[in-house]
């Protein structure tokens, strides 16, 4: 379904009228390529055949609310206190995204009461025993350097009442998730609690997640240092396969049900030469099968490395087990690189073939390391968005970058759909030319 102008409006919590202490720095009111004015929209559509295909006027095409600063606000500073949490995996960043949250709460709108809450939507439940930290910019001083999270992360859930008691018992204004698909959930139902008391708490989302599986968002702070992590393991693959007689390198990567990852480690060093992904079911057998392309390239090349997306070919894997699930209700998936490196060697066996299989698994390894310079620039540009946002009024939201702008996406419509490579896309196209591999298996 394709987004209408009202799936792009952001709630508010009413009307902004404080003179905000970021003001004077503002330009003047007019958006240009590098700056968009708080009344100017973000259109949803960059085609002309999208923005034809609306068949409407300029004024009714859909567009997001820019990100940024106001002239005005609706939070006194001097009276705002904030909380913040970090819910689901690990991802690359979350603490730059803490520390740049804070910074600008302090620095610059002049907050002085942030708290963090522990464990995820843990913290704010009383039994669990987590009492919330104080934070300002002594103790967020260098967390940046360090991979994970200060305030620690938690799956499972938790009773949104619970939640917004805590909030009020602490009157708390300012809710900052910091998480997945599964905590934006979380906190669109904490958003609605709050409405339904008819309180004023804004609850901002920054998404993360390594998968970048979070739609409108263009990309997800932590992708671009995961993949780049993952590279190094292609690039051991290729070495390895490379140094023996019918060498085959196959290397695993996270992505439940989005194969970035995956695409975007192939694509940056171009060693990989079957990539699987869950988005492109692949035909395992018979003469155009993954394992007979794979044995013919291995036979006329010498060598090749194959990459996995963890969610790629689960239908292989389907047993009459029940579907286990994590605390959150997350499928747990079943390992497709143990299956595939157990049917590689059988196949080569069954026709005669000597190989050699290397198995990587860099698994944890990609997610627990400290944002790239890229990402850690990102994740301190979507932390200075999501505290506009909040000191401006706006509430359930998330803040992302769309057409290269910051952008305010509801959490409804960030929650809406998963994000995925798409098989038609270019990005899958590039990933078809840099590999050779057939658009389908069979
Ligand atoms: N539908 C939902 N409603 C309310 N809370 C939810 C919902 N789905 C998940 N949550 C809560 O959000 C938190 C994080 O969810 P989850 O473990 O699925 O990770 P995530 O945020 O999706 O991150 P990732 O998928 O990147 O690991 C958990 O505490 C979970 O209970
Ligand atoms: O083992 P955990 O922490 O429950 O999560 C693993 C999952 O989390 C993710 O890293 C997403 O955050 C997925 O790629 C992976 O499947
Ligand atoms: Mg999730």
Excluded at 290 to 299: G, Q, T, W, Y
Excluded at 370 to 399: E, F, K, Q, W
Aim: negative net charge; charged residues 20%; proline residues 6%.
């Amino acid at each position: 379904m394709v987004p209408q102008a009202v799936d792009l409006t952001v709630r508010t919590l009413g009307e902004c009228r404080i003179e905000s202490p970021l003001a004077p720095l503002l330009p003047e009111p007019e958006s240009t390529e590098h700056y968009v004015d708080e009344d100017d929209r973000v259109l949803f559509d960059d085609t002309r055949s999208m923005v034809a295909a609306r068949k409407t006027k300029l004024d009714a095409l859909p567009g997001f609310e820019p990100g940024g600063p106001r002239r005005k606000i609706f939070f006194q500073p001097s009276k705002t206190r904030v909380g913040i949490v970090t819910c689901g995996g690990l991802c690359p960043g979350l603490n730059d995204v803490i520390r740049g949250l804070v910074l600008e709460l302090t620095s610059h709108y002049g907050v002085t009461k942030i708290y963090g809450f522990r464990n995820g939507y843990q913290g704010f439940i009383a039994g669990y025993g987590h009492p919330p930290i104080d934070l300002d910019a002594e103790a967020v001083s260098g967390i940046n350097e360090y991979g994970g999270t200060i305030l620690g992360t938690s799956r499972g859930s938790q009773d949104p009442y619970e939640i917004v008691d805590c909030l009020e018992q602490m009157s708390i204004n300012v809710l900052f998730v910091i998480g997945g698909d599964g905590s934006m959930r979380g906190a669109l139902t904490i958003a609605d609690v709050v409405k339904e008391r008819g309180l004023k708490i804004a609850v901002i989302g920054v998404p993360k997640t390594i998968d970048n599986d979070i739609p409108y968002i263009e990309q997800s702070f932590g992708f671009q240092t995961a993949f780049s992590k993952a590279t190094e393991s292609l690039r051991s693959a290729h070495v390895e396969a490379r140094a023996v007689p019918n060498g085959v390198g196959l290397v695993q990567v996270m992505g439940r049900h989005s194969g970035f990852i995956a695409c975007y480690a192939t694509l940056a060093n171009n060693d990989a030469d079957y990539v699987l992904i869950p988005e492109v079911p692949f035909q395992l057998d018979g003469e155009n099968g993954f394992l007979a392309h794979l044995r013919r390239r291995v036979a006329e090349r010498g060598h090749a490395v194959v990459v996995a997306a963890e969610g790629a070919g689960q239908e292989y894997l389907e047993s009459d087990e029940p579907g286990q699930v994590d605390k959150s209700g997350n499928r747990n998936l079943k390992d497709i690189g143990l299956f595939l490196r157990k049917r590689i060697a059988e196949d080569f066996a069954a026709h005669g073939m000597e190989s050699s299989l290397k198995y990587i698994d860099p698994s944890y390894a990609i997610r627990s390391v400290p944002a790239n310079p890229y990402d850690s620039v990102y994740c301190i540009r979507l932390a200075h968005a999501a505290v506009h946002a909040a000191m401006a009024g706006r509430t359930a939201m998330v803040v992302g970058r769309w057409r290269g702008r910051f952008v305010h996406v509801p959490i409804a419509l960030a929650i809406s759909k998963r994000n995925q490579v798409d098989p038609t896309g270019d990005l899958w196209m590039s990933v078809l030319e840099t590999t050779g591999q057939p658009r389908h298996f069979g």
